[in-house]
């Protein structure tokens, strides 16, 4: 059935996207809690160096993601646009100032300038993956109406949507971490290694907790989902997610950072077709809206099957050969664009090297008891 | 054309306030992002060009050229990536109606263009950071892909627009869309010429804007071979291809004259259809009076049929809510493209005739004016041909099949998200106009990124002076 082949296909694209870009949307954050200008410098240019060349690419499987959807799933796809408008303006806001924040502090020189503009961009890679998340925790919920007319506050606003925004951010950070522990090893840079393999530690927990957290909230706001995810077809796909996340943080504790990237990528991905599987074939919980009935004809969906097919064998190999000269280090952003400074003193130099990750994790515990309290009354 | 049930939609259109300011947004982020993605389309073109000559002359001047203008692209490609990334968002956001409506027709030509939106992205990475680890004409080789799918990319979106104005290859049964050819949709009646109009204008957007910039510094006394062949290498290619473009118009006003006579009349204020229709130009057109103007009898009929006698139809045609508002900007709009690309072509002339009789370039100072103009000319150009198309397709948004009022959102506040992207996109302006003019500084100055400034990677690579 190519409606469901669509279908699939819209699933590996936010799963690329999320593999891909999350992890740069995960650096912005790293960056954001790295500290002060001197203390921050060595894991501010690891990120930079390793995000540099890649965002842009990995930045295009939203696009990609966006065009599936509104072409295979128009009718879906107008009544998300309508109904949580609102996340989606602040992400698109989010990502605007996150690319040219990014993109500027490369040219900057002036130390101040240069503040600013990764701050920009530090603070709105926070912001984006969290509104993206909440997006997805709408629809998941059933929170979107087939015929909806107007934008809706609580649709995105509900403990399980929240949830899974900041699960967002926790996945980001947990993925860019490992990455950058992985990466910190490759150049043989223990100190660096060590730095984030405590973050993704802490990063790797707290989106594990999320994820039992929207699990447990999903018991109330969609139990059909919820149920094939713990009981049913989806099972398999969330037990998958949870021996990775496992996997992964063991091998960072025992110091072999070789594979824990694919290992956490492979949970993500493991997170997302859970998500899909168990709710298939219906596209928007709660509606009769399902894969082959959101508007489009049998012979659009053949034609973007082919043309998936034509995607694979044109960008297949070209990212290929982007991952494996920057593997290799050959891209470099020397004269035309370097880091020369990522100055960022929004929090001020401490003395304990810890401090970031302790108040990370402080944030997030904050926020799970406070949305713990909230979903008691019901 | 299949599904011609003219304004069936018209009346299951919503009553909404918010399409004024949803197409005012949609013209404030599209009139920004198209400089950008004029840019994205032709500027690699242009700086391979320089690197061509760089590595084939072994000529150091084009390969700095080159080089420097990569870190400029750089800045503007991330900027454009992200800028049309919202635009991908509106097209949900602002037109819900004209998605759910027609998205399975119109998605396919954005996913041809999503392949390669991708490759443009990964070899523009792979172009912009390998300068120093991959030499000479590998690296050239890995800036082809960005120039080809620029190409290739453009002519996918303008694929949709052209469709918006000349829809086919679909058919719908009560409302439903039944089936589509997609290979019809992309190479619609208007695709022909829209697709090589615009990427025409963005070649010479970005010829001319390279131009301009070192005729401005030029005038200014700087006269050194640096900035002689920073000017050439953007002059020429754009001056070259001007008349090719002003073909193409002229064969796009009259394929528009057939296919969509009511734009047309209010391009040329051709109130009754009637023989023998004079060309205006210039004129504000006001309660039914043309104010100001050269009126030249005639000429439009011949401009259209090659005889005075063709007959041209009037925008008396349709009733008056099936025609588009503000005439006279329309109009106006057409004079200013017309006349901006026929000066560009008379300084294209000027430097011929010069290169020609004495092998050098102009001196006059007027030369240089015009050239240090040229490059906002055609930027100015090609935005008043966008509001040609799309403010005479109105009021539909599909022609003909879907009014934009049925399109847009039924959510309020768009006036507060306008509100915001003209104050973002106006800061965005800026900052990069800053970003670009303080990294020429930076060039001019000979210093480097980063030289003397503290937190600096201390481990770096020593860096070559004046590359």
Sequence with gaps: MAADAVGGILLAGITLYAVFAGADFGGGLWDLLAGGDRRGREPRRLIDETVTPVWEANHVWLVFDLVIFWTAFPHAFAAVMIAVALPLWLAAAGIVLRGSGFAFRHELSRLSLQRAAGATFAFSSLVTPFFMGAVIGAIATGSIPAGASHASLAAWTSPTALLAGFLFVAACSYLAAVYLTAEAARRGNARMQAYFTRRAQVAGVAAGALSLAALAALHSSNPTLDARLLTGRALPLAVLAAVSGLAALGLLTAGRPRGVRLIAALGVAAVVWGWGVAQYPVLLPGTGVTL???????????????????????????????????GRRLLHADETGTLTAAGLSLSRPTPAGRSPVIRAAVVTLVVLAALARRRRPH | ????????????????????????????????????????????????????????????????????????????????????????????????????????????????????????????????????????????????????????????????NSWMNQPGGFTEHNGQITSVDVWQVYFNHA???????????????????????????????????????????????????????????????????????????????????SRDVPEWIGGVYANGHIYGGLKIPGLDSVLVGFRPSTKVIGWDSVP???????????????????????????AGLWAAWEWWRRRRLPAQRLFWLAGAVSGLAA????????????????????????????????????????????VGYAVLGVATIAILRMLARRWRRGDLAGAGVPYGPADRAPRRAGS
């Design chain 1, 292 to 326: 082959s009935n959101a508007g489009a004809p049998g012979t659009t969906m053949v034609a973007l099957v082919i043309l998936f097919i034509v995607a694979v064998l044109c960008i297949g190999p070209s990212l290929a050969l982007l991952f494996s000269l920057q």
């Design chain 2, 1 to 160: 054309m299949t599904g011609t049930g003219v304004p069936t939609l018209l009346a299951a259109a919503h009553v909404s306030g918010e399409v004024v300011p949803a197409r005012a947004q949609m013209a404030a982020t599209l009139g920004f992002h198209i400089i950008l993605a004029a840019l994205g389309i032709a500027l690699p073109s242009i700086v391979l060009l320089a690197e061509f000559l760089g590595l084939r002359r072994r000529d150091q001047t084009a390969m700095r050229l080159a080089r420097r203008w990569s870190q400029a692209m750089g800045v503007l490609v991330a900027v454009g990536a992200v800028t049309g990334t919202v635009l991908s968002f509106e097209m949900g956001l602002l037109w819900p109606g004209l998605m759910r409506q027609y998205g399975a027709v119109l998605g396919f030509p954005f996913g041809v263009e999503g392949i390669f939106f991708f490759l443009e992205a990964i070899f523009t990475a792979i172009y912009l950071y390998g300068w120093r680890r991959l030499g000479g004409w590998a690296h050239f080789w890995s800036g082809v892909p960005i120039a080809l799918s620029g190409i290739f990319g453009a002519m996918s979106v303008i694929a949709v």
């Design chain 2, 191 to 273: 695709a022909i010429y829209e697709m090589p109009h615009m990427i025409l204008a963005a070649y010479m957007v970005s010829g001319f804007t390279v131009a301009g910039i070192y005729a401005a510094g030029i005038l200014r006394g700087r006269r050194d071979r640096y900035h002689y062949t920073g000017f050439a290498i953007g002059f020429i290619p754009a001056a070259i291809l001007t008349p090719f473009q002003i073909f193409v118009g002229d064969t796009a006003a009259r394929a528009i004259a057939a296919d969509q006579p009511v734009k047309f009349a209010a391009m040329e204020y051709v109130a009754q259809t």
């Design chain 2, 320 to 346: 008056a809510a099936y025609r588009p508002p503000v005439v006279w900007l329309l109009h106006l709009c057409f004079d200013v493209m017309v006349g901006l690309g026929s000066l560009l072509l008379l």
């Design chain 2, 379 to 422: 930027i100015v150009a090609m935005e008043c041909g966008w509001v040609v198309t799309e403010v005479g397709r109105q009021p539909w948004v599909v022609y003909q099949l879907q009014t934009t009022t049925a399109a847009a959102t039924t959510n309020g506040g768009v006036i507060a998200s306008l509100s915001i992207v003209i």
